[in-house]
């Protein structure tokens, strides 16, 4: 059973930077996908950014260029840069680990962290 374990979340001003943390239990990290998302508050859950095993990534648009992902893969551990914070950042934010890409999406893998709250004073 892999569990993920998150940490990093808190408040910040507006302009401010955080670094989220992943850890994965067992030994399939390094053969997956690992993924962010977040949810605000009567929103759905988004997908932010995404890195492969070949350390490739993406982002969405509203983080690019702000927030940067990185994986650890002696670790087990990936990461979540996120600087130039805004007060639309704010939110619940979720790893995942396991994400395909098929035809064209990306579908989120069965493993998901705890959340971590980030919150985003204007």
């Known amino acids: 059973q892999v569990q993920l374990v998150e940490s990093g979340g808190g408040l910040v001003q507006d302009g401010g930077s955080l670094t989220l943390s992943c850890g994965a239990s067992g030994r399939i990290f390094r053969l997956n996908a690992m993924a962010w998302y977040r949810q605000a508050p009567g929103n759905q859950r988004e997908l932010i950014a995404r890195?492969?095993?070949?350390?490739?990534?993406r982002y969405a648009d509203s983080v690019k260029g702000r927030f940067t992902i990185t994986r650890d893969n002696a670790e087990n551990t990936a990461y979540l840069q996120m600087n130039s914070l805004k007060p639309e950042d704010t939110a619940v934010y979720y790893c995942n680990l396991g994400s395909k890409l098929n035809a064209g999406k990306i579908i989120p893998g069965d493993y998901w962290g705890q959340g971590t709250q980030v919150t985003v004073s204007s």
């Open positions: 890195i492969g095993t070949d350390s490739r990534s």
